[in-house]
């Protein structure tokens, strides 16, 4: 058939298809005939649009939108066409789109759509938080339910972002509340409360919400297209509360089960979120090369936009438990470029700082950077990124520090992992070999292999110290076979078993300074970035070079276990 004479006929069948509704079952069929013509109507190309935008077919959905608008001026085509743009290009490129409607003009499903469009410039690309939080507000108290609850959703999840968890609670209560029977809206905002709880500590309401919403997820997440859809973190809420629970297994399986409609999906916040929470959890279990992989399909799927900040805290943290600094120090140099800065993944972040620091030796500034970020947790509300920081503080020789805190906020943060990170911290204080033995044996069970391994490495010292030498010998070897679980690993911890004993007999400040001048460093460059004058260096890389049998300064690097450089 000659082609003009094919057009004419496709574009004669488009128009039949409308004629008798089928637009309204099969919307991109229909655009794609009419498209073969010269254009087509709106009651065609903006069901289209939308149902590109649920596929995830981004550029398809433009195309659509704007062959909407060519046909008049269309609300609903100019909302699609923006939240599309978000996707490919974040929110600077699509911010001026839906200011330029007058939402009068429109019913409430299209006016509440308006509102998080316009909140999400202002808070994900102007860092306009409360204002673009206040404006969601303001929008939800002059519309009807369940519009009103999906802008209350939305303005939850910005709360959920600035840190603020208790507005970020009752903003979703009372979403859920507008939402009634309309299952993607009440999803949202379960996911929202389901976070904040979580990071408050209270895990079990948290399992509790995720029983209710699990069911109806898949729907809630696909039938709302807009960017930053907040039932995006309903994956990410329920794995940290298995964490919490201490249940490291069960929360990577839940990830992997969550991921699996993504697995082929172009680029997808709902992906970036739950594939970092996955890098998270695998962190979490002592797997940094699983973290790092993960970290790094969110952290590709991110791109540069703000939404990059929490996978680059991931890949930063496993490069440096994988003793990669260069690495580490890449994925953070992402996250500072980007902007605005997110208050919720700051914390991680300043995780994320302390072991790029550790990975080249620094550990002293490794726990300042862990007490800073334990601070900053504390200041902000946020016990479980509190926890999380004084776990790392004691795990890179700050126990003696962590510890009182480590076991007040027992009290506050419900399930097992905060008891054995307190009891952890207090077994490391203390040197006791029998209660270190113990905890390796319940972080195991939870599944945070890396830390146990370490617990038992701790165990192994102390008994040695103690002047026993059968215990030491069992917990070195529970230490090796846990840590051989950790492919990679190269955490304080861990990176000296099977070392020489004399090497294990070297102090903290010792082994720091020793590990600083194998890296290259100078006397005086030591100097300055531990803090101290020459002399102490002096002092310090002495007793270290009588310890390990030498005095030439080229030999630290093949006597020490240094990791990748």
């Known amino acids: 058939m000659p082609k003009l004479a094919a057009r004419s006929h496709q574009h004669d069948l488009a128009r039949a298809a409308v004629a008798v509704?089928?637009?309204?079952?099969?919307?991109?069929?229909?655009?794609?005939?009419?498209?073969?013509?010269?254009?087509?109507?709106?009651?065609?190309?903006?069901?289209?649009?939308?149902?590109?935008?649920?596929?995830?077919?981004?550029?398809?959905?433009?195309?659509?939108?704007?062959?909407?608008?060519?046909?008049?001026?269309?609300?609903?085509?100019?909302?699609?066409?923006?939240?599309?743009?978000?996707?490919?290009?974040?929110?600077?490129?699509?911010?001026?789109?839906?200011?330029?409607?007058?939402?009068?003009?429109?019913?409430?499903?299209?006016?509440?759509?308006?509102?998080?469009?316009?909140?999400?410039?202002?808070?994900?690309?102007?860092?306009?938080?409360?204002?673009?939080?206040?404006?969601?507000?303001?929008?939800?108290?002059?519309?009807?339910?369940?519009?009103?609850?999906?802008?209350?959703?939305?303005?939850?999840?910005?709360?959920?972002?600035?840190?603020?968890?208790?507005?970020?609670?009752?903003?979703?209560?009372?979403?859920?509340?507008?939402?009634?029977?309309?299952?993607?809206?009440?999803?949202?905002?379960?996911?929202?409360?389901?976070?904040?709880?979580?990071?408050?500590?209270?895990?079990?309401?948290?399992?509790?919400?995720?029983?209710?919403?699990?069911?109806?997820?898949?729907?809630?997440?696909?039938?709302?297209?807009?960017?930053?859809?907040?039932?995006?973190v309903f994956g990410a809420a329920h794995c940290l509360a298995m964490v919490l629970d201490g249940r490291l297994g069960d929360a990577t399986a839940l990830a992997a089960t969550v991921l699996a409609p993504f697995a082929s999906s172009s680029v997808d916040v709902r992906l970036t979120i739950t594939a970092t929470m996955a890098g998270r959890v695998a962190l979490l279990r002592g797997q940094p090369r699983e973290a790092q992989r993960w970290g790094g399909e969110a952290l590709r799927n991110a791109g540069a936009g703000p939404g990059s900040q929490w996978p680059a805290a991931v890949v930063a943290t496993a490069a440096g438990q994988l003793g990669e600094p260069e690495a580490a120090r890449t994925a953070l140099d992402h996250a500072a470029a980007t902007s605005p800065p997110l208050p919720l993944l700051s914390h991680?972040?300043?995780?994320?700082?302390?072991?790029?620091?550790?990975?080249?030796?620094?550990?002293?500034?490794?726990?300042?950077?862990?007490?800073?970020?334990?601070?900053?947790?504390?200041?902000?509300?946020?016990?479980?990124?509190?926890?999380?920081?004084?776990?790392?503080?004691?795990?890179?020789?700050?126990?003696?520090?962590?510890?009182?805190?480590?076991?007040?906020?027992?009290?506050?943060?419900?399930?097992?992992?905060?008891?054995?990170?307190a009891s952890y911290a207090q077994a490391v204080a203390a040197a006791d070999g029998e209660a270190l033995d113990q905890v390796s044996v319940e972080l195991e069970e939870t599944g945070a292999l890396l830390v146990a391994a370490e617990a038992a490495a701790a165990a192994a010292t102390a008994h040695r110290a103690a002047g026993l030498p059968r215990r030491d010998r069992a917990s070195s070897a529970h230490a090796q076979a846990l840590a051989s679980r950790c492919p990679g690993a190269q955490t304080p911890g861990v990176r000296d078993l099977g070392a020489s004993l004399s090497l294990t007999r070297l102090t903290r400040r010792q082994r720091e300074v020793a590990e600083l001048a194998a890296r290259g460093l100078t006397n005086r460059e030591i100097a300055r970035r531990?803090?101290?004058?020459?002399?102490?260096?002096?002092?310090?890389?002495?007793?270290?070079?009588?310890?390990?049998?030498?005095?030439?300064?080229?030999?630290?690097?093949?006597l020490l276990p240094l990791g990748p450089t």
């Not at 079952?25 to 498209?35: F, K, Q, Y």
């Not at 950077?369 to 200041?379: L, N, V």
């Not at 776990?391 to 506050?412: I, Q």
């Not at 002495?542 to 030999?555: E, F, K, N, Q, V």
């Open 21 to 232: 509704g089928w637009h309204r079952h099969d919307p991109l069929r229909v655009a794609a005939w009419w498209s073969e013509g010269l254009g087509g109507p709106a009651e065609v190309f903006v069901p289209a649009a939308r149902r590109a935008l649920m596929l995830g077919r981004w550029e398809l959905a433009v195309q659509h939108a704007e062959v909407a608008e060519s046909s008049g001026p269309v609300a609903e085509a100019r909302l699609l066409k923006a939240a599309a743009l978000v996707h490919l290009a974040g929110w600077g490129e699509a911010g001026s789109l839906p200011g330029s409607l007058s939402p009068g003009s429109l019913d409430d499903h299209m006016q509440a759509e308006h509102a998080r469009l316009r909140a999400g410039f202002m808070s994900w690309s102007q860092g306009r938080m409360d204002a673009g939080r206040a404006l969601l507000v303001r929008t939800a108290e002059r519309l009807e339910a369940p519009a009103s609850g999906r802008a209350l959703a939305d303005a939850a999840y910005i709360a959920l972002v600035a840190c603020d968890l208790d507005e970020a609670i009752r903003l979703a209560t009372a979403a859920m509340n507008d939402a009634g029977p309309t299952a993607d809206v009440r999803v949202a905002a379960m996911a929202v409360a389901m976070a904040a709880l979580v990071l408050q500590g209270r895990a079990t309401p948290a399992l509790q919400l995720a029983r209710t919403g699990a069911p109806h997820l898949s729907n809630a997440v696909t039938a709302d297209p807009f960017p930053d859809n907040p039932a995006g």
């Open 348 to 421: 991680e972040l300043a995780l994320a700082e302390c072991w790029a620091r550790a990975a080249t030796g620094e550990l002293t500034a490794a726990r300042t950077a862990a007490t800073q970020s334990a601070a900053g947790a504390a200041e902000a509300g946020v016990p479980v990124f509190e926890m999380l920081a004084l776990l790392d503080l004691a795990r890179l020789g700050g126990a003696a520090s962590a510890a009182p805190r480590l076991s007040e906020l027992t009290h506050v943060i419900e399930g097992r992992f905060a008891r054995v990170s």
């Open 530 to 558: 531990l803090d101290v004058s020459i002399r102490t260096v002096n002092a310090h890389l002495g007793h270290a070079y009588a310890m390990l049998g030498t005095s030439d300064r080229t030999r630290l690097t093949s």
